[in-house]
């Protein structure tokens, strides 16, 4: 049997407080650039397979 979702909690008094500024120092933060060296290899597959049925219309 599936256990019931619970309800989304409500931060009040402090924790609500430490939240905010957790969140607003985020912000300021800019998020860093994760490299994704298999996008290369996928490209390069995609155009081997081109021509082959489903993969035709796949121009990228």
Known sequence: MAMPIQPTPILRGDDAIQFFKMVERDLKTP???????????????VKEYKGYGKYDRLDS
């Open 31 to 45: 998020a860093k650039y994760v490299k994704t060296p298999k996008i290369e290899n996928a490209r390069k597959l």
